[in-house]
Protein backbone atom coordinates (compact mmCIF):
# COMPACT_ATOMS: atom_id res chain seq x y z
CA UNK A 1 0.00 0.00 0.00
CA UNK A 2 1.40 3.55 -0.85
CA UNK A 3 0.45 6.94 0.94
CA UNK A 4 0.72 9.86 -1.37
CA UNK A 5 0.25 13.23 -0.24
CA UNK A 6 -0.29 16.54 -2.77
CA UNK A 7 0.77 18.92 -3.02
CA UNK A 8 4.37 18.02 -1.91
CA UNK A 9 4.38 21.77 -0.88
CA UNK A 10 2.08 24.83 -0.97
CA UNK A 11 2.61 28.26 -0.44
CA UNK A 12 -0.62 30.37 1.20
CA UNK A 13 -1.58 33.51 2.48
CA UNK A 14 -2.71 34.20 6.05
CA UNK A 15 -5.98 33.75 6.41
CA UNK A 16 -6.15 31.40 3.28
CA UNK A 17 -7.95 28.08 3.61
CA UNK A 18 -5.79 25.53 2.49
CA UNK A 19 -6.13 21.67 1.83
CA UNK A 20 -4.03 19.06 1.66
CA UNK A 21 -4.60 15.70 0.44
CA UNK A 22 -3.93 11.82 0.92
CA UNK A 23 -4.96 9.16 -1.28
CA UNK A 24 -4.49 5.83 0.28
CA UNK A 25 -3.55 2.75 -2.82
CA UNK A 26 -6.01 0.66 -1.18
CA UNK A 27 -8.97 1.32 1.22
CA UNK A 28 -8.32 1.56 4.62
CA UNK A 29 -11.55 2.70 5.76
CA UNK A 30 -10.72 5.73 8.23
CA UNK A 31 -7.69 4.18 9.97
CA UNK A 32 -5.77 8.01 8.71
CA UNK A 33 -3.90 10.51 11.25
CA UNK A 34 -2.73 13.73 10.45
CA UNK A 35 0.84 14.82 12.08
CA UNK A 36 2.44 18.66 12.16
CA UNK A 37 6.24 19.10 12.32
CA UNK A 38 7.36 22.55 12.21
CA UNK A 39 11.09 22.74 11.29
CA UNK A 40 13.42 21.60 13.81
CA UNK A 41 10.69 20.13 16.18
CA UNK A 42 9.47 16.47 16.99
CA UNK A 43 5.83 15.73 15.26
CA UNK A 44 2.20 16.23 16.55
CA UNK A 45 -0.83 14.16 16.15
CA UNK A 46 -3.41 16.86 14.66
CA UNK A 47 -5.90 14.59 13.46
CA UNK A 48 -7.00 10.79 14.03
CA UNK A 49 -9.97 8.13 12.90
CA UNK A 50 -9.46 10.61 9.83
CA UNK A 51 -11.61 13.27 11.42
CA UNK A 52 -11.49 13.59 14.94
CA UNK A 53 -9.29 16.09 16.44
CA UNK A 54 -6.64 15.59 18.88
CA UNK A 55 -7.05 17.45 22.35
CA UNK A 56 -5.80 20.95 22.27
CA UNK A 57 -5.60 21.18 18.41
CA UNK A 58 -6.77 24.45 17.34
CA UNK A 59 -10.36 24.27 15.53
CA UNK A 60 -9.05 25.95 12.64
CA UNK A 61 -7.64 22.42 11.44
CA UNK A 62 -10.34 19.51 10.44
CA UNK A 63 -9.82 16.71 8.26
CA UNK A 64 -12.20 14.78 6.18
CA UNK A 65 -12.55 11.43 3.84
CA UNK A 66 -12.93 7.56 4.17
CA UNK A 67 -11.43 4.81 2.44
CA UNK A 68 -8.88 5.98 -0.18
CA UNK A 69 -9.27 9.93 0.00
CA UNK A 70 -8.42 12.05 2.65
CA UNK A 71 -7.80 16.09 3.36
CA UNK A 72 -6.65 18.08 5.97
CA UNK A 73 -8.03 21.57 5.83
CA UNK A 74 -6.27 24.56 7.33
CA UNK A 75 -9.43 27.33 7.36
CA UNK A 76 -7.91 30.34 7.91
CA UNK A 77 -3.96 29.83 7.55
CA UNK A 78 -2.00 31.08 10.69
CA UNK A 79 2.38 31.84 10.53
CA UNK A 80 2.03 29.30 13.37
CA UNK A 81 1.07 26.61 10.70
CA UNK A 82 4.15 27.09 8.80
CA UNK A 83 5.35 23.03 9.07
CA UNK A 84 5.11 19.91 7.15
CA UNK A 85 2.29 17.83 7.36
CA UNK A 86 2.15 14.18 7.18
CA UNK A 87 -0.91 12.02 6.80
CA UNK A 88 -0.41 8.16 8.50
CA UNK A 89 -2.32 5.20 8.12
CA UNK A 90 -2.31 3.07 10.82
CA UNK A 91 -3.78 -0.31 10.23
CA UNK A 92 -0.70 -1.15 8.87
CA UNK A 93 1.70 1.87 9.41
CA UNK A 94 3.24 3.74 6.58
CA UNK A 95 3.44 7.94 6.39
CA UNK A 96 2.74 10.06 3.63
CA UNK A 97 5.59 11.92 2.00
CA UNK A 98 4.46 15.07 3.96
CA UNK A 99 3.66 18.33 2.47
CA UNK A 100 5.54 21.60 2.95
CA UNK A 101 3.34 24.43 3.94
CA UNK A 102 4.61 28.31 3.50
CA UNK A 103 3.55 31.58 4.17
CA UNK A 104 3.53 33.83 0.73
CA UNK B 1 2.63 14.22 32.57
CA UNK B 2 3.28 11.66 29.86
CA UNK B 3 6.87 12.20 28.48
CA UNK B 4 9.28 9.92 26.86
CA UNK B 5 13.11 10.54 26.80
CA UNK B 6 15.03 9.11 24.54
CA UNK B 7 19.25 8.79 25.27
CA UNK B 8 21.89 11.37 23.12
CA UNK B 9 23.43 11.74 20.29
CA UNK B 10 25.73 8.76 18.69
CA UNK B 11 28.08 9.08 16.29
CA UNK B 12 29.02 5.70 14.82
CA UNK B 13 31.30 3.97 12.20
CA UNK B 14 29.61 2.33 9.44
CA UNK B 15 28.90 -1.81 10.01
CA UNK B 16 28.44 -1.11 13.66
CA UNK B 17 25.42 -1.26 15.70
CA UNK B 18 23.68 1.61 17.43
CA UNK B 19 21.47 1.34 20.55
CA UNK B 20 18.95 4.11 21.34
CA UNK B 21 16.69 4.38 24.32
CA UNK B 22 13.46 5.37 25.45
CA UNK B 23 12.60 6.14 28.84
CA UNK B 24 8.77 5.93 29.68
CA UNK B 25 7.14 8.30 32.90
CA UNK B 26 3.70 9.77 33.28
CA UNK B 27 1.62 6.59 32.21
CA UNK B 28 1.38 3.18 32.47
CA UNK B 29 4.18 1.50 30.25
CA UNK B 30 2.86 -1.73 29.48
CA UNK B 31 -0.18 -0.38 28.36
CA UNK B 32 1.54 1.17 25.07
CA UNK B 33 2.91 -0.21 22.41
CA UNK B 34 6.14 1.92 21.54
CA UNK B 35 6.82 2.60 18.11
CA UNK B 36 10.49 3.90 16.81
CA UNK B 37 10.15 6.05 13.42
CA UNK B 38 13.26 7.53 11.89
CA UNK B 39 13.98 10.81 9.20
CA UNK B 40 17.13 11.62 7.68
CA UNK B 41 18.36 14.56 7.35
CA UNK B 42 15.71 16.78 5.19
CA UNK B 43 13.63 13.42 4.35
CA UNK B 44 10.12 12.69 5.74
CA UNK B 45 8.76 10.26 8.79
CA UNK B 46 10.11 6.51 8.23
CA UNK B 47 8.98 3.29 10.61
CA UNK B 48 10.64 0.90 11.72
CA UNK B 49 8.71 -1.23 13.77
CA UNK B 50 6.14 -1.62 17.01
CA UNK B 51 7.22 -3.71 20.22
CA UNK B 52 4.52 -4.51 22.67
CA UNK B 53 5.37 -3.51 25.91
CA UNK B 54 3.24 -5.91 27.82
CA UNK B 55 4.56 -9.32 25.72
CA UNK B 56 7.50 -8.22 24.22
CA UNK B 57 6.12 -9.27 20.66
CA UNK B 58 7.78 -6.73 18.11
CA UNK B 59 6.70 -5.89 14.26
CA UNK B 60 9.27 -4.20 11.63
CA UNK B 61 8.29 -3.75 7.84
CA UNK B 62 10.24 -6.63 5.27
CA UNK B 63 12.88 -3.62 5.01
CA UNK B 64 14.28 -3.52 8.85
CA UNK B 65 14.25 -7.34 9.87
CA UNK B 66 17.04 -8.65 10.33
CA UNK B 67 18.90 -5.36 11.08
CA UNK B 68 16.58 -4.01 13.71
CA UNK B 69 15.95 -5.60 17.18
CA UNK B 70 13.40 -3.92 19.72
CA UNK B 71 13.54 -4.72 23.10
CA UNK B 72 12.09 -3.18 26.15
CA UNK B 73 12.57 -3.41 29.97
CA UNK B 74 9.57 -2.97 32.05
CA UNK B 75 11.20 -2.36 35.82
CA UNK B 76 12.54 0.97 34.56
CA UNK B 77 9.62 1.48 31.94
CA UNK B 78 12.56 1.64 28.80
CA UNK B 79 12.09 0.59 25.49
CA UNK B 80 14.98 0.22 23.33
CA UNK B 81 16.07 -0.16 19.72
CA UNK B 82 19.28 -1.42 18.45
CA UNK B 83 19.76 -1.37 14.73
CA UNK B 84 23.06 -3.21 13.31
CA UNK B 85 25.25 -3.04 10.53
CA UNK B 86 24.88 0.86 9.97
CA UNK B 87 25.34 2.09 6.47
CA UNK B 88 25.82 5.99 5.84
CA UNK B 89 22.06 6.48 4.86
CA UNK B 90 20.87 5.29 7.97
CA UNK B 91 22.01 9.23 9.47
CA UNK B 92 19.10 10.14 10.77
CA UNK B 93 16.91 11.46 13.67
CA UNK B 94 15.50 8.22 15.74
CA UNK B 95 11.81 8.74 17.60
CA UNK B 96 10.24 6.66 19.92
CA UNK B 97 6.48 7.44 19.77
CA UNK B 98 3.72 5.53 21.46
CA UNK B 99 0.25 4.21 20.56
CA UNK B 100 -2.39 2.10 22.25
CA UNK B 101 -2.17 -1.65 20.71
CA UNK B 102 -5.24 -1.93 19.57
CA UNK B 103 -5.78 -1.19 15.80
CA UNK B 104 -8.41 1.76 16.00
CA UNK B 105 -6.28 3.49 18.11
CA UNK B 106 -2.32 3.10 16.70
CA UNK B 107 -1.72 6.15 15.91
CA UNK B 108 1.22 8.17 17.59
CA UNK B 109 0.21 10.87 20.27
CA UNK B 110 2.88 11.09 22.10
CA UNK B 111 6.93 11.55 20.73
CA UNK B 112 10.57 11.01 21.99
CA UNK B 113 12.46 14.15 21.48
CA UNK B 114 14.43 12.56 18.81
CA UNK B 115 18.07 10.78 18.77
CA UNK B 116 20.53 11.78 16.58
CA UNK B 117 22.69 9.17 14.99
CA UNK B 118 25.49 9.87 12.93
CA UNK B 119 26.97 7.02 10.96
CA UNK B 120 30.63 8.37 9.37
CA UNK B 121 34.12 6.72 8.67
Known amino acids: IQMTQSPSSLSASVGDRVTITCRASQDITNYLAWYQQKPGKVPKLLIY???TLQSGVPSRFSGSGFGTDFTLTISSLQPEDVATYYC???????FGGGTKVEIK | QVQLMQSGHEVKKPGASVKVSCKASGYTFSGYYIHWVRQAPGQGLEWMGW????????NSPQKFLGRVTMTRDTSISTAYMQLSRLRSDDTAVYYC??????????????WGQGTLVTVSS
Open chain 2, 97 to 110: ARSRGEVVRRYFDY
Open chain 1, 49 to 51: SAS
Open chain 2, 51 to 58: INTNNGDT
Open chain 1, 88 to 94: QKYNSIL
